[in-house]
């Protein structure tokens, strides 16, 4: 009987022995409590480094981003015409030439695609009795866009006299004629249109000797844009 009670005795004994000893290969609290620390402050440390600064962040964006473009330069359009007419006085030599320009078409009408009329009326007043003529009339026209920048020269007009020694453009006579700009292209945003008149003036009582003056003129037109199409 009493030798079964040291057997139990022994065997509680070694389970306890085996549970302490099992105890004995974890990590004690305080330990579990320091690596717990430290590794929260390594994933802190590794999260802060591998987060990009804003400042890095913001220099790369600058840098991808590309330069603003600059505006296109506009040209202030001068039309001659937007009050329906004009008038202008020359001079070629001892006379003075009153040119009077004009179009039957409304300006809001001049479009790139439309015939423009241009309608011009010259008369010559002179000291004197000496009979003035128009020899010739040369018209070269430039078309421009927006910017001012030539887009096209469109084909020389040239009105040469047909009877000698010229169209008879003393008051009260004149010289009329109408010049047709035709269809430009859609870009295009005026016409200038330059015209020389080439005078004889009689220098003697019969008429039989002339001296020749020239005298320029330049008129501006707007092109008034097409409208869009209706969608």
Known sequence: MPQRVRTNRLALTGALATALLISGCGTPPWEIEQEASASGSSSASESTSASPSPSGTASASYAASAPPSP?????????????GSTQRVLTAGAASLSATYWSDLDMGSWTPDASKPVSLSLIATLDGEAPVYLSRLQVVSLVRDESGALLTQLPQIVDESRVTPGYA?????SYSTTILVPPLDTAARSVELTLSYDVLIATDAKGTAFARQTAIDVITVAITPAAAPAS
Do not use: C, K, S
């Open 169 to 173: 453009i003393g008051d009260p006579f």
């Open 71 to 83: 505006a296109p330069t506009l040209a202030q359009i001068v039309n001659d015409l937007a009050t």
